[in-house]
């Protein structure tokens, strides 16, 4: 945990001030990526319940879902297991003007299918061995690579296998895959260890954010991407609304008076 985790957790009112100012900047980021045509991929990797769900909503909520595209891909299917690894990754990276957001990435052979036995030990040294060269191609192609490890302690990841457990709310985001990845603490943190060791590039630096407050972990993971692309508030021209046209006007309530309406049960 780091020291700032170690400390009180922030408050719910200092963290909305402070994600409104970092959401600003997240629509200036995105004018300019549509203006300049750039293309960037953010990576957002972890352990179960480490809040990677809560931060891409906290990136994504405020701005256009044209620019920022999630990807969660599905387990794959005998097709796709048949093609190259990283194809079905491939086919979801960005056209120019574009952001995406890989909810897990192809580092899932880096961790869950290593641990969880769906990959073979010479498939996962294959995987770190040509990783690096690959994202080498990618960064040489000029996408922004952004590669983010949130990191929760074991307490906190406790704690939040109780709160799905116990809140029907958060029920469904429990899986028999979490259950395993739970057991597998170590495991899992091993094989987080030699991802790192073998894909933490110059070209493709990963950086670690601590995550046992979920809030302060959002509004850093926020600050670092707008860190990592040297973009600029673009100018728009002034907007003003035009008067509305009385031609043809008639009563558009009463057209629609007498038509089916939803209970007003609020």
């Not at 690894?85 to 003007?97: D, M, S, T």
Request: hydrophobic share 35%; net charge positive; aromatic share 10%.
């Amino acid at each position: 945990m780091s020291d700032k985790e170690a400390s009180e957790k922030l408050k719910r009112k200092e963290y909305g001030k402070e994600l409104r100012k970092l959401q600003v900047q997240l629509c200036y980021l995105q004018d300019w990526i549509k203006e300049s045509g750039q293309r960037v991929i953010v990576v957002l990797e972890g352990r179960d319940a480490a809040g990677k769900g809560g931060t891409i909503k906290a990136i994504t909520e405020r701005v256009s879902p044209r620019v920022f595209r999630v990807v969660a891909l599905p387990a794959p299917t005998d097709r796709e297991k048949s093609q190259m690894y990283i194809q079905r990754y491939l086919e979801r990276f960005p056209a120019a003007g574009e952001i995406v957001i890989f909810d897990r990435s192809w580092y899932n052979r880096a961790g869950v299918e290593l641990v969880m036995g769906f990959c073979t030990p010479e498939q996962h040294k294959r995987f770190l061995d040509l990783c690096p060269g690959i994202e080498k191609f990618i960064t040489d192609d000029g996408i922004h690579l952004i590669k983010i490890w949130l990191e929760v302690g074991q307490e906190e990841q406790h704690k939040r296998f109780k709160a799905r457990i116990e809140d029907p709310m958060r029920q469904w985001k429990l899986s028999p895959m979490d259950l395993g990845s739970y057991e597998r603490w170590y495991e899992f943190s091993r094989a987080r260890d030699m991802m790192l060791e073998h894909t933490d590039s110059k070209h493709a630096p990963w950086h670690i954010v601590h995550s046992d407050d979920k809030k302060r972990a959002r509004l850093n993971v926020i600050a670092h991407i707008l860190s990592r692309i040297p973009y600029k508030k673009v100018d728009r021209p002034e907007v003003k609304l035009p008067a509305r046209s009385e031609k043809r006007k008639y009563d558009d309530r009463a057209s629609i008076a007498g038509r089916r309406k939803v209970a007003e049960i609020y």
